[in-house]
């Protein structure tokens, strides 16, 4: 079982995201969001902001699930 078939709707996850390039090669920050529907590539993501900005969320690149405890 793959950590994408682990995830539900309204779950948090912790994603890394380019953040430019740096002397060494590409460089990655993280990035939390609240998991919103399942898409071709992955989940999607709503990371924040005033419109709600999205991000996919590979098996590549997931470093942390943090399961809803709703009703």
């Known amino acids: 079982?793959?950590?994408l078939e682990t995830i539900k709707?309204?779950?948090?996850?912790t994603i890394l995201i380019p953040a430019g390039i740096g002397r060494d090669g590409v460089e990655y920050r993280r990035v939390t969001g609240r998991a919103v529907m399942r898409?071709?590539?992955g989940w999607v993501?709503?990371?924040g902001g005033p419109h709600g900005?999205?991000?996919i969320a590979?098996?590549?690149n997931i470093v942390k699930i943090t399961k809803w405890k709703g009703n």
Do not use: S
């Not at 709707?9 to 996850?13: C, F, L, S």
């Open 1 to 3: 079982m793959t950590a």
């Open 58 to 60: 590979t098996d590549q």
């Open 9 to 13: 709707a309204g779950d948090r996850i």
């Open 45 to 47: 993501n709503n990371i």
């Open 39 to 41: 898409g071709p590539y």
């Open 53 to 55: 900005t999205p991000k």
